[in-house]
């Protein structure tokens, strides 16, 4: 993540930062420990192979190289639609996933800074947990 920052701030092209939240929901019982490596591999090979996939603190980071705010909003809208089914894990149980998600976009340059973009996008994040589940919250 760093050397891609790095690299939009010497080389100004656009890049966006989401922060992503998912909540699994069972329709029986406790939701199984499955869940969290079902979401993983559906988001992991879901991305482009440019695209920064990251854990962090309860939910995730995607750094989208070369992709302006617009791009961003349409791989949200694409995610929401992948999660918008259900699971079934090994075991038989299904799950479903609600997501919340926040975006930050920036066109590079000097100005660039990771605290910002990441703030921007847990203000982003914040914005969609208030409007509720499956939400794009974008600043």
Known sequence: ??????????????????YLEMTPHTSNGPTPQS???????????????VDIPTRYEK??????????EGGARIVCEHLLAIFDKEFETEAGASVKFSLQIGVASHN????L???TLLRTA????????LQGANTIGIL
């Open 113 to 115: 800074m990771k605290e």
């Open 108 to 111: 590079g340059g000097p100005t």
């Open 122 to 129: 847990e203000a982003g994040l914040q914005q969609s947990r």
């Open 35 to 49: 869940a969290a490596i079902i979401f993983e591999t559906t988001f992991n090979s879901r991305l482009r192979s």
């Open 59 to 68: 939910g995730y980071l995607l750094l989208l190289p070369m992709t302006n």
């Open 1 to 18: 993540m760093e050397y891609e920052i790095i690299r939009t701030i010497r080389y100004p092209t656009s890049l966006s930062l989401i």
